[in-house]
C-alpha cells in the first residue's frame, strides 16, 4: 500500500479522510483506494460535525428511526440528536428518534431481533452506511426495512459512489469524484489488478481494513 492522500470534504471543509492507494477486497468488489472514515467515525469533533452536515438534508424529512450500519451508530446518535433539536427548526423537533443495527443470518441478509421490530414496522428509516460504493448493501437493507413493514425515508453515506437509489439521492459527505482516480471492479471480472496478477493489499470489513 502506498502514502494516503488526505482529502477534505467538499460538504464540509472541516471533515477529511484518507484515501490509501492498493489493492483491496471488499464483500462486494475490488476497490484501489481505501477510504478511511476512522477519524470522522470515532473523533467526537467530527462525528458531530457529519452529523451537522447529513441532519441538514433531512430537516423536513419525517425521520422515526435511523438504522446505523458499518460502524456509524456514534453519528447516528448525533444526527438523531440534530434533527430532534430546536436548531433545524425541522419537521423532527422534539421527537424520539431511535437507533438501531439489524443483525445479519448465515445467507447474509440483514435481520432484527423481535423485541426491536417495532422500532421499523410503519416507521420512516433514515438508511446511515459508512461506504457505498456499489449500492449494493443500501439495497439490502432497503429490503430489510420494507420486510419489517417500515419505509426507508432516505439513504446517507460518509462515502458514496453512486448519487441515488431507487430514485431518492443518496447524501454523502465524499464522493468517488473526490479521489483521484477511484474504481470499483466486480470482483474477478474486471479489477486490472487481478488481470496483472498484482496480489491483494488487504480485506476491507465494514470495521476497516486487514493486511494481508
Do not use: W
Not at 471543509?13 to 484518507?18: E, G, M, Q, T, W
Not at 483491496?24 to 470522522?40: C, L, P, Q, R
Request: net charge negative.
Amino acid at each position: 500500500m502506498q502514502q494516503p492522500i488526505r482529502i477534505i470534504s467538499r460538504e464540509n471543509k472541516r471533515l477529511y479522510a484518507d484515501a490509501i492507494p492498493g489493492h483491496f477486497a471488499t464483500n462486494h468488489s475490488h476497490i484501489n483506494y481505501y477510504i478511511d472514515m476512522s477519524e470522522i467515525k470515532h473523533n467526537m469533533s467530527m462525528a458531530l460535525e457529519a452529523a451537522r452536515s447529513i441532519a441538514f438534508h433531512f430537516s423536513m424529512v419525517s425521520v422515526d428511526t435511523i438504522m446505523c450500519m458499518e460502524g456509524t451508530e456514534y453519528i447516528g446518535a448525533y444526527i438523531a440528536r440534530e434533527l430532534a433539536g430546536s436548531s433545524l427548526n425541522g419537521m423532527n423537533s422534539g421527537k424520539d428518534i431511535y437507533l438501531v443495527e439489524p443483525d445479519s443470518n448465515v445467507n447474509g441478509q440483514f435481520m432484527f431481533a423481535d423485541n426491536l421490530r417495532h422500532m421499523i414496522e410503519h416507521r420512516n428509516v433514515l438508511v446511515l452506511v459508512n461506504t457505498a460504493s456499489t449500492g449494493q448493501t443500501l439495497s439490502q437493507t432497503r429490503e430489510c426495512v420494507e420486510y419489517y413493514g417500515g419505509r426507508v425515508a432516505g439513504y446517507s453515506a460518509l462515502f458514496s459512489n453512486i448519487s441515488e437509489l431507487d430514485g431518492k439521492p443518496v447524501i454523502s459527505l465524499f464522493s468517488g469524484a473526490d479521489f483521484p482516480h477511484y474504481h470499483n471492479f466486480v470482483r474477478g471480472k474486471d479489477c486490472p489488478a487481478c488481470a496483472a496478477g498484482t496480489p491483494l493489499d488487504a480485506i476491507v470489513t465494514p470495521r476497516g481494513y486487514t493486511k494481508l
